[in-house]
């Protein structure tokens, strides 16, 4: 699954903005307070709504009234994702529209819908449309054979018009679009990782194949795979070994009372160093090398200023790291005030944003001629923005 376009309106400083032709690896830049962290955000919301409802996915941001783009309150917050999918073996653009408003002071899922093309020709046709807690979705939606008129429509009624009907149509093999569409917002990764939260022991009970947001499960993700992906947790170490000066090696270790503990090798030290004992930057890449070699990379993984804690001189190996974990299957999004990580970037993959009058607009550096210009006479984009050719967009 790829994430093709989006649209949003009225969620924060991002009143009306849209995304075409998305590429695998996309990183935005910009200035404090643009809304990067808003954009980013976006997933997180539609995740945490998915997982609980849009009424506690509005409450830990500070409800509606703070979510809202200021001066639009009495609007809808408004989202379309396009997405590349698997339908019946196919793959389809799908649409998935979300708009959400108030009534009565609490919130209601005003609109809510899925849509895709069943041949070359013609208009979309919904799959799934629901209004505040009401509506149908389509359980034979892989029958081609079908004239439109002859689906077969199923009606449902939501315990709650604050529930998404993806959640629960969503587990169905027999709503295709639904099912596929839930395991994207599912499964994608907003990555928030805190340096302290990943250190220390943990309780090694059962395994854990994925890095969590924060990272504190890495003691336990190390060991997933050095026992189940040898080959993968030592490529990690290869990697280690070439970008951090003296090191040897990682090791998981299981200790007496049940706890696991990461140690890390010097090579000038005969005992291994536990993990409170190195530096945040050998944490933050040993970090990040475990999440971009997963064996089932997320279909989407946003960071946000990846470049924290780490040398200047490793921003090229890391965006060729998130290059290779897109190329494996798993689309990247990535935030940056780095120009060093930014001069490893294409033109085709960066955009930025700019903030006036409160209100966040987007722009794409393949499509301002002048940066174009440079870009064909051998400029750099992180040298390109520290020149401020990247309008609004000044580095902080």
């Known amino acids: 699954m790829e994430l093709k376009s989006i649209t949003v309106k009225n969620y924060k400083s991002l009143q009306n903005i849209q995304l075409k032709d998305i590429p695998k690896f996309l990183m935005i830049v910009g200035a404090n307070g643009t809304g990067k962290s808003s954009f980013f955000d976006i997933f997180g919301f539609l995740r ?69 093309k069943r041949g070359r020709h013609g208009a979309p046709y919904y799959f799934l ?15 081609f054979s079908k004239s439109d008129e002859n689906l077969e429509r199923e009606e449902q009624q939501l315990e709650s018009p604050d529930i998404l009907a993806i959640k629960g149509l969503g587990q169905f093999q027999r709503f295709k679009a639904a099912n596929a569409l839930r395991q994207l917002l599912e499964n994608w990764h907003v990555s928030d990782f805190h340096i302290n939260a990943a250190r220390g022991r943990k309780e090694a009970t059962g395994e854990v ?16 795979l050095y026992e189940n992906h040898r080959t993968v947790f030592e490529k990690i170490l290869k990697r280690m070994q070439q970008r951090v000066p003296g090191m040897q090696g990682v090791e998981p270790e299981l200790t007496k009372d049940g706890y696991l503990i990461l140690r890390f090798r010097d090579g000038t030290f005969k005992t291994p160093f536990l993990d409170r004992y190195v530096s945040d930057g050998t944490i933050k890449m040993f970090a990040y090398l475990v999440l971009l070699h997963d064996p089932k990379p997320h279909p989407l993984l946003c960071v946000e200023e990846p470049e924290n804690q780490l040398y200047p001189s490793l921003m ?58 440079y870009m064909k006479e051998g400029d750099k984009m992180g040298s390109l923005w520290k020149q401020g050719f990247f309008a609004g967009a000044d580095p902080q």
């Open 48 to 116: 945490d709504a998915l997982v609980g409802n849009v009424r506690q996915a509005l409450d830990a941001r500070g409800r509606f009234s703070e979510v809202v783009t200021r001066e639009h309150e009495r609007e809808s917050i408004f989202f379309e994702l396009q997405v590349r999918a698997p339908i019946a073996g196919t793959q389809r653009l799908v649409t998935y529209g979300l708009e959400i408003g108030q009534e009565g002071g609490r919130p209601v899922v005003l609109h809510e819908y899925l849509r895709y």
């Open 129 to 143: 449309d629901f209004r505040k807690g009401k509506g149908f979705a389509i359980t034979n939606e892989e029958d």
């Open 209 to 224: 194949e994925h890095l969590s947001v924060t990272g504190e499960n890495l003691p336990r993700v190390a060991q997933f």
């Open 316 to 373: 090229g190996e890391l965006a060729e790291e998130f290059r290779g974990y897109a190329n494996r299957g798993g689309q990247v999004m990535v935030s940056t005030h780095s120009p060093d990580l930014l001069n490893a970037m294409r033109l085709e993959e960066v955009y930025w944003l700019v903030k006036e009058n409160g209100v966040s607009s987007i722009r794409r550096a393949q499509e301002d001629a002048q940066v174009v210009a």
